[in-house]
């Protein structure tokens, strides 16, 4: 399998996420994984399909900060504040049914933003590609739009401490 193609939404995450270290507040993430019914009702509501790879992030850390951060994109050296949480609950800034709802009239009605950096900038999942690639909606840059990885999951495996912060 020389030329290994990821083009089905049935990619998983290669990473061991508990590398990650995804805390809130230098704990772990209390939240529960968000159930079947939940992303069901999320799907059908917002009409987005979660791709796969991003379910199986949501059931590891449903949330929360991860301590490897950083990642490179076509524009520089990105960090992940925290990533967004799927309840029940659609209300708060931390919520993706409040992220979709938020960043539809600028990011599309294709965009999952699924986490955010320090200063408000969202990290999206673009579903008009195949797999979904993981761009960036710079705010302060005219919404200029960043591509960062080709799927979720890579952008996943791509993140590494900030070299600024070690």
């Not at 805390?23 to 993430?29: A, C, L, S």
């Not at 069901?40 to 929360?64: A, M, V």
């Not at 309840?87 to 992220?99: H, I, K, M, Q, V």
Request: aromatic letters at 10%; hydrophobic letters at 35%; one cysteine or more.
């Amino acid at each position: 399998m020389g030329n290994s193609c990821r083009c089905s939404q049935e990619v998983s995450v290669v990473r061991n996420l508990s590398e990650l270290n995804i805390n809130e507040g230098g704990r772990p993430v209390g939240r529960e994984a968000p159930p079947k019914e939940i992303i069901d009702s999320f799907e059908s509501k917002t009409g987005l399909k979660i791709p796969q790879d991003y379910q199986e992030f949501l059931r590891f850390s449903n949330g929360g900060h991860p301590e490897l951060d950083s990642v490179n994109g076509a524009g520089g050296q990105f960090a992940v504040n925290s990533f967004y949480h799927l309840t029940a609950d659609a209300r708060g800034p931390e919520s993706l049914w409040y992220a979709v709802e938020h960043w539809r009239p600028i990011l599309g009605s294709m965009a999952i933003p699924f986490a955010n950096d320090g200063g408000g900038n969202q990290f999206f999942l673009d579903l008009l590609t195949q797999p979904p690639r993981v761009k960036m909606c710079v705010h302060d840059e005219g919404m200029r739009i960043i591509d960062i990885s080709a799927s979720f999951s890579e952008f996943i495996d791509s993140l590494e401490l900030d070299p600024e912060m070690i």
